[in-house]
Structure formats: structure tokens, C-alpha cells
């Protein structure tokens, strides 16, 4: 059996000659930012309804997302990233209201069945789209963009493929990231 060793990037980078400067939140302290939001489903919504729960800067490096749901009757939900839609946070205009279109409507997680209360549960990488190798990245970056398009992301709850049949429950999450 070998014995193993091993150092990962940040501490590689501080062993380096020179020291290979870390940015806050690319394995370098940095202070963690939280913010949580939360929505009433209605009635019967079908599939494909949204519901933007939080806004965060498209160069947030996301380390925790969770998710919660008091009991929709029925009901799965996707966890996605969108555009934010807003007209005065520096998202571009082109930009605003839709999908990040690199990633589908499943970034951090698919499916998550809301016919019952769902407590508070760590969907970051549920659908496997965001590994531990992207979290130190800028989302923008994460998402497979080539460049930061500046302004904000919405971490919206998307109805899948299974609708909505009593509703009237709160659903939201909780980000936690580094800027």
C-alpha cells in the first residue's frame, strides 16, 4: 500500500518561490457572504413556471446552496441560474430575464421532489454540474462563460416536468459566496 502525500492548489500556490497570490475566495480567506430568499407557489403551476429566489454578482464564487420547501401537494423543482432581469443592476440588456444558456435549467440541481416538506438540504452539486473544481471560480466562469458579462445572476427554482397541484407552500434557499 503507498502513502499518499498530497497539497492542493492554494497550498501549492503558497509553497510556490514566489508565493502565487490567491484572490479572495480562490482558496484565500475571504469573507463569506449570505443571502437567502424565498417565494409562495400558487395553485397548479405548471411546468416550466420560475421563481427567482435570490440575486447574486456574476463574479460571486458560490460555496453553499441551499434549498428548502414546505409541501406543494406535488411538484419537482430544477435549481438554475438566470440572468437577473432587473434594468438597474448593470446587467446587460440582451442579457436580462433569461436562461444562462450554458448551463440548461438544472445547474445545481434536478428534481427535487416538493410533493412533500423538503427541510433544509445542500443541493450545490446535486445535478453534478458543479464540482468542487469549480467553486473556487467566478460563477460567471463556472457557468462556461468566456467572459465576466458583469452585472447579476438569479439562482431561480424552476417547475419541472412535474407540475404543481396544490401549491400555497413557501419555497426558497440560502446562498452562501465569496465576491
Known sequence: MTTEALKSTPITNLDAV????LTTGEGAPGHLRSVSGYVTVSTTMAAG??????????AAKVKQVLFES????????????YYSDSTVDGTQPANQGVIV?????????????????????DKTN?????????????????????SDPGGFFDIVAVVHTTAVTTGT???????????
Open 101 to 121: 444558456p450554458t448551463t440548461g435549467d438544472q445547474f445545481f440541481a434536478s428534481d427535487i421532489d416538493c410533493s412533500s416538506a423538503v427541510a433544509q438540504v
Open 18 to 21: 514566489p508565493v502565487v497570490a
Open 70 to 81: 414546505e409541501a406543494q401537494g406535488a411538484g419537482a423543482f430544477n435549481l438554475s441560474v
Open 169 to 179: 407552500g413557501k419555497l426558497g434557499v440560502c446562498v452562501n459566496y465569496v465576491e
Open 126 to 146: 446535486e445535478s453534478g454540474n458543479y464540482t468542487l473544481a469549480l467553486r473556487n471560480k467566478p460563477l460567471w466562469s463556472a457557468l462556461g462563460l468566456t
Open 49 to 58: 413556471s420560475t421563481y427567482r429566489l435570490v440575486r447574486i454578482p456574476s
